[in-house]
């Protein structure tokens, strides 16, 4: 029984943590997402947190609203996909006891090898920003924190590592700036966050492991300042306090419950600090602007996943992160404005490693552009290639099995790449 309990707690982390998880292979390192608006697409990110050239600067530093002396609105779409690849993988299987002991017949081994557990998801967004006069100004948002979806099929060999993640969430955001001076100005903002998850592990024999979809919310805050140094040469600086998101939902272990019942739990899922650095210049005399930031990942504070009435379910051992962002802006006429940038990010994942979650350090390639439809309104356009690097995975497990005191122990040992293509659509107007 002791050993059945175990594994179940396992599984639970295992499968949960990776509803969390999943969305970092398409995005960024974690299970952070970049993808507030299609300019900041199109540069990386570079210098997001002070630019302003539209309302989504308000996601990144609510005090950039006080660079606007008209009311804004943006709104678009992104579209994530992800090209997950398990190579050079061999999956394992072996009956033992109670101690680990081998029983029966010897190790049996397969190939595992994956060429796309990616797939295609869409985050829209909308951003609004009202002055209210040369001092105050107010905003609304809500766009997508993450969302992504990760499956493999039904007889793949390692099932029970691999399944269905499909992740989705929401942040709604009320914002409000002041201006002190032509130089400072200061912001804060409150974030609801919604996040859902369905999540299936199985056997590739068709055993069903576990079934589950689980939602909830979460309460964070959002503070930044700006530092106006001329009108061509800006700064920004901007903290986001990120919270325990409780989730809560109905469980099925398909009968390696004691009732054979589904359990009902709340999960308590720690996201992390943000803090972000962001610098734009405009050379003097030319159409060409320089911008850069850099970001602060607290993912330390991902240690481990605990449960109201299961306990602490895994323990993590997450390192924070950081990600380096250069980007330009060329000014081409009234027309047209083009823009690239390139980011470096890097890998929250230290010693643990998955194939349903791979993680590494990664680089985006951006490029896009903006077309003024006239003097009050534009379209953006954006576009980003993340490609990561070769990650060494090895995962184990105890299943029970219909013998009395006889285990399941599986074993996949793989190498996961994963790269991404992120595109993003938005319109902007000033009234």
């Not at 678009?76 to 299987?93: C, Q, W």
């Amino acid at each position: 029984m002791n050993k059945t309990r175990l594994f179940k707690k396992s599984l639970l982390a295992v499968t949960i943590t990776t509803a969390t998880l999943a969305s970092q292979q398409a995005l960024a390192a974690g299970f952070q997402l970049n993808a507030q608006s299609a300019t900041g697409i199109g540069r990386a990110f570079a210098g997001d947190a002070v630019i302003a050239d539209n309302a989504s600067v308000m996601a990144r530093n609510p005090a950039a609203m006080a660079l606007f002396d008209k009311t804004e609105l943006s709104l678009g779409f992104e579209s994530i996909t992800s090209m997950i690849e398990v190579k050079d993988a061999t999956y394992t299987t072996l009956l033992v006891d109670a101690n680990g002991n081998p029983v029966g017949f010897p190790p049996s081994q397969s190939n595992a090898d994956y060429d796309d557990a990616g797939d295609t998801s869409i985050a829209p967004n909308i951003h609004l920003i009202v002055p209210v006069n040369d001092t105050f100004a107010w905003g609304i948002n809500a766009y997508t924190n993450f969302g992504t979806k990760t499956e493999f099929s039904d007889d793949y060999v390692a099932g029970e590592y691999g399944g269905l993640t499909d992740v989705k969430s929401m942040n709604i955001g009320l914002a409000g700036s002041v201006r002190v001076n032509e130089q400072w100005s200061f912001g804060a903002g409150l974030d609801i966050i919604y996040g859902q998850g369905k999540l299936e592990r199985s056997l590739a024999s068709g055993t069903e492991l576990l079934s589950a979809d689980a939602n909830g919310w979460g309460l964070g805050f959002n503070v930044g300042t700006v530092f106006e140094l001329n009108e061509n040469n800006r700064f920004g600086l901007a903290y986001h306090y990120s919270p325990n998101l409780q989730a809560k939902g109905d469980i099925n272990y398909a009968g390696y419950t004691e009732s054979n019942s589904a359990i009902s739990d709340t999960l308590y899922m720690p996201l992390p600090d943000l803090l972000e650095l962001s610098g734009y210049h405009r050379i003097e005399d030319t159409k060409f602007a320089v911008h850069y930031s850099v970001q602060y990942i607290g993912w330390s504070s991902f240690d481990k996943l605990e449960a109201d009435k299961s306990g602490v379910l895994n323990n993590y051992d997450w390192q924070n992160g950081m990600h380096y962002a250069i980007g330009g802006t060329y000014y081409l006429n009234n027309d047209w404005t083009l823009r690239t940038g390139y980011m470096y990010d890097t890998s929250a994942q230290d010693e643990l490693t998955s194939i349903s979650v791979p993680d590494s350090d990664r680089q985006w390639f951006s490029a896009g552009f903006t077309y003024h439809l006239d003097s009050k309104s534009n379209i953006d356009f954006g576009f980003t290639y993340l490609m990561g690097k070769d990650v060494d995975v090895k995962e184990t497990k105890a299943l029970p099995t219909p013998t009395q005191g006889v285990y399941l122990a599986t074993q996949v040992e793989a190498t996961t790449h994963a790269d991404a293509i992120l595109l993003g659509l938005q319109y902007s107007r000033s009234f």
